[in-house]
């Protein structure tokens, strides 16, 4: 199990899916470390990642649906 939470955040860990993607919102972004703990058994480690450590790509953009004709009949 992966869990993660902003350090020093009142939130409680947030576990990862299958997916694995996060979302994180934080204001002070120059300082903010990430903490993820990985648990297995009675084992766990933790790993602690400044966002000043992380290059951010932006999303890909959706590709817009294309318009459907307009039902006239004639």
């Known amino acids: 199990m992966i869990t993660y939470k902003l350090k020093g955040s ?29 648990t297995m058994g009675e084992d766990s480690v933790v790993k602690e990642v400044a966002l000043s450590d992380i290059t951010f790509e ?10 459907e004709a307009p039902n006239n009949p004639e």
């Open 10 to 38: 009142s939130k409680a860990p947030v576990t990862l899916d299958q997916d694995r993607n996060i979302v994180v919102i934080c204001t002070n972004k120059p300082n903010a470390v990430l903490q993820f703990t990985v």
């Open 58 to 67: 932006p999303a890909p953009q959706a590709e817009p649906e294309p318009e």
